[in-house]
C-alpha cells in the first residue's frame, strides 16, 4: 500500500514526509484493519513533522483523523463487520486498569498510546486499530466531512467540559482554527454568548457569522467578563490573555498538546479563584457524546481535500496559515 511515512523530523521546506510502499497493516488480536477513505489533517501532525513534538518512534505514518471501512478483522473482536464504516482518533490505546482508567479518564493514563504518534496513523491507504476505540461514525456524514470532526471537534468538546462553561454562559475563543470553528457552533447551540479573539479580520468576520456576539483581536478585551474561555493558538501570552478576560470564579481550558511558555503575569490575574486549566486528549465517552451531538446540531466542517501524494504541501499550507479550515487527505 502506499503511505506517508516521517522518517525524520524536520523543517516541512524540506518535505519531511516520504510517499512509499510499505506492506498492507494485518490486524492482531482485538484489532480492526480500515482501508482509509479520508484522513484529515491536523496541526499536531505538524508540530510532529517538524519536530515541535517530538516523535515517540520513527518512522511513524502520521495521521489521526481517520475514516474508513473494516476491511479485515482481528481475532476476539465482536460488535465489528466486515464492510462497517469506522472512525479513528488520536486516542489509540489505554491500559484500562490504572486508577486514571477506573475513574473515567482514560486520556490521563499513563500507558495511554496515540496515533500517529505510538502506532502508525491513517496517512496511508490502510490501518489497524485496536476494535475498543474504534468509533462509530453517524451516518449523515460523508468521509470528507466526517474526519475534521475526529479531532479538532472531539478536542473541542473536551475543552468545552474542561472549561465548565454552562448552556447560556459568556465563553471566549482565542484562536479560530479548525477546532474553533467546530466548537463555537456547540456552544451556540448550547444558546452560550460566544467573544472570538484572532489577529485575523477574515476570522473575525466568520466568527460573526457564525453566532458569535463579538469578534476582536488577541490584545482587545471582549465587552463583558467571561465565565470561562478556550485558547486554541500554541501561544503563552494568548493564553494571559484570556486569564485577564475571565470574570471571578472563571476557568482558562489550554487547548494544545504543545505550548511556547506561559509568560510571567500578576497574581492578580489568577486571585478570585480563576483557573487555569490544559486539555490533555479525550475520552471515548467524550468523542461518543461529540458525534452524537454533532449529528444533532448537525455541526458543520469546513474542509477542501488534498491527494495523499500531496500531505507534505498540504502541511505546507497549513503552516503558512493558508488553509481555510481544515485539510482531508483522500486515498
Known amino acids: 500500500m502506499r503511505a506517508a511515512v516521517l522518517e525524520r523530523s524536520g523543517p516541512i521546506s524540506q518535505t519531511p514526509l516520504s510517499l512509499r510502499e510499505v506492506p498492507s497493516p494485518v490486524p492482531g488480536p482485538g484489532e480492526l484493519a480500515l482501508r482509509v ?54 486516542l489509540g490505546g489505554a491500559c484500562g486498569s490504572c486508577s486514571h482508567c477506573l475513574a473515567g479518564q482514560e ?12 502506532r502508525d496513523g491513517g496517512f496511508a491507504e490502510a490501518v489497524t486499530v485496536n476494535a475498543g476505540f474504534a468509533l462509530r461514525i453517524p451516518g449523515s456524514f460523508a468521509d470528507v466531512a466526517a474526519a475534521p470532526l475526529l479531532c479538532g471537534g472531539v478536542i473541542g468538546y473536551r475543552s468545552l467540559k474542561v472549561s465548565g462553561i454552562k448552556p447560556g454562559g459568556r465563553l471566549g475563543l482565542y484562536g479560530f482554527g479548525a477546532s474553533a470553528l467546530l466548537t463555537i457552533q456547540v456552544a451556540v447551540y448550547w444558546g452560550c454568548e460566544v467573544f472570538v479573539c484572532t489577529r485575523s479580520k477574515g476570522e473575525q468576520s466568520r466568527a460573526l457569522a457564525l453566532g458569535a456576539s463579538w469578534a476582536g483581536g488577541y490584545d482587545d478585551r471582549p465587552p463583558s467578563p467571561l465565565d470561562a474561555a478556550i485558547t486554541f493558538a500554541p501561544v503563552g501570552d494568548v493564553v494571559v490573555n484570556a ?64 491527494p495523499l501524494h500531496e500531505a507534505n504541501s498540504a502541511l505546507a499550507r497549513l503552516a503558512r496559515g493558508e488553509v481555510r479550515g481544515a485539510v482531508v487527505l483522500t486515498m
Open 37 to 90: 477513505a479520508a484522513c484529515g489533517i491536523c496541526r499536531t501532525d505538524l508540530q510532529l513533522a517538524e519536530g515541535d513534538l517530538p516523535p515517540r518512534r520513527l518512522p511513524i505514518i502520521p495521521g489521526h483523523q481517520v475514516v474508513g471501512t473494516v476491511a479485515a478483522i482481528g481475532a476476539g473482536v465482536e460488535g465489528w463487520l466486515v464492510g462497517e464504516r469506522a472512525g479513528i482518533a488520536w
Open 243 to 306: 486569564l485577564k478576560a475571565l470574570d471571578r470564579g472563571g476557568t482558562v481550558a489550554i487547548n494544545a498538546i504543545h505550548l511556547d511558555r506561559v509568560p510571567e503575569f500578576g497574581y492578580e490575574h489568577l486571585w478570585w479563584e480563576r483557573q487555569l486549566r490544559s486539555v490533555a486528549n479525550f475520552t471515548r465517552n467524550d468523542a461518543g457524546e461529540f458525534l452524537r451531538l454533532a449529528a444533532e446540531i448537525p455541526v458543520r466542517t469546513e474542509f477542501e481535500t488534498s
Open 107 to 118: 486520556n490521563l493514563c499513563l500507558d495511554a498510546r496515540f496515533t500517529g504518534w505510538d
